[in-house]
Every structure is written in C-alpha cells, then in structure tokens.
C-alpha cells in the first residue's frame, strides 16, 4: 500500500551502514516509523526531506506493517534552527514531546500544526524562545487531553487572591487551600495565571501573542515545564540538553 502524505520529522536513527529509521508525525496516518533506505548516501534524493525537523511530503510504502520512505520532498527545514545550537536543541525537545503525546494510526492535525507554528516562530524568532516554550507546552497538554482546570480554586471555589498550581493535579488553588494539593505546586502570579487561561482558551493563531512582565514570564516557563514532566511522568533527554546549551 503506498500512502502519499506529509509530515514532520520527529526522530532518526541511523541503522546500518546508510539507512536511517524515521519517525513521522504525518497529516493523514498520526505518527509512524519508516525505513528511509540509502538516505546516507551521496546522492541520495530523499536525504534533504529526511532530516530532523524537516516537513516534508512523503510517498511511503507499508509491506506487512513497515513503512519505507520511496520519495521525500522537502517543504520546509525551519533553517533559522539549524544555525543556533541552542534553537535546535529547543526544537529537538519539541520533537519529543510531539512524539511522547501522539499515536500511530491517530493523526491529529491541531497537534501537527501546533508543532510547526512552533517550530515557525521559534525559526523565525518572532518570540523569545523561552516564551515560545512555555505555550507550546501548556497547549500540547490541552489539545493531548490533559487540560488543566484554572477556572477558580478547586477547593473553596473562589478566585485565588495568591493563587497556586497543582502540577500532578492540574489544579488551581488558594493559598489558603494549597495544603489540598496533590504533589508540588507552584505559587503563580496574577499576570502568569492571566496567560494559562489566555494560552489554554486562544484561537491557535494567535497563542504566541501577549506580553508579560519579567518576573510573570518566568513564573509561566517553570509552571508549564513542570505540568509537562508531571503529567507524563517522564524526563526528557532533549530538554536537559537545551539547558546545558542556551
């Protein structure tokens, strides 16, 4: 069966003396693994649409439950990353979370997109990295179902005066309340909680678009970076490395 789609790649890792196995967050089949044969190779035709971080248009090939890469057209290398280490590390854990909340045979085009204007304005810096960061991981937790509730505090039902956050629980409370909190928590300011709700409820084209006080922005940046690693359970390779670089 042969499948023409585009996707992004997520993941490679070489096999062999010139192949690499790819993983594809695709538009049509959700996230995939394929065989891109000779990729290595001088000459090769698919390698420029094979590469990390690259969306591209790909015709693929399932024989018995594998993929193989027959043609790979580039559409776009976000090339502002590839000259930063530091951005290149940043989208490189983009990567991982991408490929952490999707599923094979379960495309979702909101996460998809979500990951290429990402990936767009972090290439193009239309935004501080950190600020970028921050809404690309509270916004992939929402559209991957794990929505945090910031509506009020969840305990007393009033809106919090100092408010903090569950991170295990997704949860807002009061000060008064936070002993009800499930695991840590992080105290937030006005401003921070302003931009959850902002960055939970806004239309996708315009997520990137507020401003914050310092002291706000950074609250924001710990408080999603924790949601993230407290809900999947998990570290990331990639996010460890782009602190060691930026």
């Known amino acids: 069966m042969y499948l023409t789609t585009r996707g992004l790649v997520l993941r490679e890792t070489k096999y062999k003396e010139a192949d690499k196995i790819l993983t594809i967050l695709t538009e049509d089949a959700g996230k995939l693994t ?3 044969r000779g990729v290595l190779r001088k000459g ?5 649409g094979c590469q990390l971080l690259t969306f591209s248009e790909f015709t693929l090939f ?3 439950g594998r993929w193989t890469v027959n043609e790979a057209q580039s559409a776009e290398q976000f090339l502002g990353l590839r000259s930063d280490i530091s951005l290149l590390a940043l989208g490189a854990y983009f990567a ?7 599923d094979e045979d379960s495309p979702d085009p909101e996460i998809l997109r979500l990951g290429l204007n990402s ?4 290439a193009g810096g239309y935004y501080a990295p950190e ?4 809404v690309f991981e509270l916004r992939l937790m929402c559209l991957a179902g794990y929505f945090p509730q910031l509506e009020a505090c969840q305990k007393c039902g009033e809106e919090p005066a100092e408010p903090v956050f569950s991170t295990r ?4 409370l009061c000060r008064s309340c936070a002993g009800f909190a499930d695991g840590e928590t992080v105290s937030l300011t006005p401003g921070a909680l302003d931009a959850l709700r902002y960055i939970e409820d806004a239309e996708s084209k315009k997520i990137f678009s507020f ?3 310092e002291r706000d922005e950074a609250v924001l940046a710990r408080v999603c970076e924790a949601y993230v690693v407290a809900q999947l359970e998990r570290n990331f390779a990639s996010l460890d490395y782009w602190r060691s670089v930026r």
């Open 44 to 48: 090769s035709q698919i390698a420029a």
């Open 34 to 36: 394929a065989s891109a």
């Open 119 to 122: 990936l767009f304005a972090l």
């Open 62 to 64: 399932e024989n018995r």
């Open 211 to 213: 401003s914050l006080a």
């Open 169 to 172: 629980g997704g949860t807002l």
């Open 96 to 102: 991982e979370l991408l490929e952490a909340v999707s």
């Open 131 to 134: 600020h970028i960061k921050a």
